[in-house]
């Protein structure tokens, strides 16, 4: 009686490790599927930022640099080809700097002065920014983090701090702010709105 009883159940038993099997088995096979589909949305998240910002657009930014504060409306024909024109302080209003053909420009009431690249990225705001826009859209030593509906890319620096980090909305590759720790240095980025001819 017991072997028949025990022939009963050992084939039950069989049958419920098996399916227990089958449900692990399956459950990896979704986790593989999910997470490398995730993984291809970013990629596609990323290489759209790239476009967005290589591209024409513009926007508004206001610039924290330690304790000065300006604002500038930014318009990008292509990446490396754009113009800043400054809106306050007082001191800035009217003033645009324009960087077309590798050469830079600074126009004030019809009166302009062109200054070396080497100058403009050395010593400016306008010159940070630039170079966080160029490392974007090649996407070169880049670290990624999205929290909250938001992507963090960063580049990490020599010491704590990154060089840069950009905080973007993936979902339409909008730049929202760019900031340097190690310059005390931030752009918030308003109203940005992509070109139609891209």
């Known amino acids: 009686m017991m072997q028949m009883l025990s022939r009963f159940f050992v084939p039950k038993k069989l049958i419920a490790v098996l399916l227990a099997l089958l449900v692990v088995i399956g459950s990896i096979f979704l986790f593989q599927k999910?997470?490398?589909s995730s993984d291809e949305a970013s990629a596609q998240d990323l290489s759209r930022i790239?476009?967005?910002?290589?591209?024409?657009?513009?926007?508004?930014l206001s610039m924290e640099?330690?304790?000065?504060?300006?604002?500038?409306q930014f318009e990008q024909r292509y990446i490396g080809d754009c113009t800043f024109r400054f809106s306050s302080p007082p001191s800035l209003d009217g003033f645009e700097l324009t960087l077309s053909d590798g050469k830079v420009t600074v126009c004030y009431r019809g009166i302009s002065s062109s200054i070396s690249n080497d100058q403009l990225f050395e010593s400016s705001g306008a010159g940070l920014f630039l170079q966080a826009l160029e490392t974007i859209t090649s996407m070169q030593g880049l670290s990624s983090q999205t929290e909250d509906g938001i992507l963090t890319l960063s580049r990490p620096g020599s010491e704590e701090d990154p060089t840069f980090s950009a905080k973007l909305n993936p979902t339409d590759a909008e730049l929202l702010e760019v900031s340097f720790p190690q310059e005390n240095f931030k752009v918030v980025v308003s109203d940005f709105s992509p070109s139609s001819a891209n």
Do not use: M
Not at 65 to 72: H, I, K, L, R
């Open 65 to 72: 640099y330690g304790d000065f504060q300006s604002a500038a």
């Open 34 to 36: 999910f997470s490398s």
């Open 50 to 60: 790239a476009a967005n910002l290589s591209g024409g657009f513009t926007a508004n």
